[in-house]
């Protein structure tokens, strides 16, 4: 491995080369640190930064950043979709699910004439409170995840969520991108053209392509 090259990688804010250790549902990734310059003598390492343990929570500000704009500009003739940018890389789907349709929940009737024990979710998500339906003038909401140079291209780097109850639903033409709505009572993901699709880019954009097949 060369420092250099490593180095390099940490700069540009690159994928870097990765050890990956599986067992039992954990999953543990090692990366490379560099510590020496060549011809610079070697020395000690005195210490390492960690920055802890915390959780990861992205379900207020998606419902925050989809309400706000939900009605700021009015009624509108066209549908209404918002997209917004989750700066956190290690958030999950299920929380950007949470934050539209609401928490989900494990539901246990008291009296079997009630029903059965099922999963249900909670009124509290930015299409689906209390009331039931709401925010129907917004359309879709547009979730991009870690939308940066290096993630550009990269299958599942954003999903198009439909409102099932909106008053302007997307048209099926505008859904060339992937995409998430409900059928039958169940969410569902479709695929669909990717950026680097729309704009020619090869894979590993944007990493020369020379570089990337490795030729030079």
Same mark, same amino acid.
Do not use: C, N
């Given at each position: 491995m060369d420092v250099n090259v490593v180095e390099q990688q940490i700069r540009d804010e690159r994928p870097r080369e990765e050890l990956r250790y599986e067992h039992d549902g954990w999953t543990i990734i090692f990366k490379a640190i560099p510590r020496k310059h060549p011809g610079r003598p070697s020395g000690r390492t005195i210490g390492m930064r960690g920055l802890g343990i915390r959780s990861v929570n992205i379900v207020d500000t998606v419902k925050a950043s989809a309400k706000s704009?939900? /009605?700021?500009? @009015?009624?509108?003739? =066209?549908?209404?979709?918002?997209?917004?940018?989750? &700066?956190?890389?290690?958030?999950?789907? /299920?929380? &950007?699910? #949470?934050?539209?349709? @609401?928490? =989900? &929940?494990?539901?246990?009737?008291? #009296?079997?004439?009630?029903g059965e024990h099922r999963i249900v979710r909670r009124p509290d998500g930015v299409w689906y409170g209390p009331r039931g339906p709401q925010c129907t003038r917004l359309s879709g909401v547009w979730l991009f995840r870690r939308f940066d140079p290096w993630h550009f291209v990269a299958r599942g780097s954003n999903l198009l969520y439909l409102n099932p109850w909106a008053l302007l639903p997307i048209p099926h033409s505008a859904l060339r991108f992937p995409h998430a709505l409900v059928e039958a009572d169940h969410l569902v993901e479709h695929e669909g &053209? /990717?950026? @680097? #699709?729309?704009?020619?880019?090869?894979? %590993?954009?944007?990493?020369?392509?020379? %570089?990337? %097949? @490795? /030729?030079?």
């Open positions: 704009k939900a /009605t700021r500009y @009015g009624d509108i003739d =066209l549908p209404h979709v918002v997209a917004i940018k989750i &700066e956190e890389g290690f958030a999950d789907v /299920t929380q &950007e699910r #949470d934050a539209l349709f @609401g928490h =989900l &929940e494990f539901w246990i009737p008291r #009296d079997a004439s009630l &053209e /990717t950026f @680097g #699709d729309l704009f020619d880019l090869h894979a %590993d954009w944007p990493t020369e392509a020379s %570089d990337a %097949d @490795g /030729t030079a």
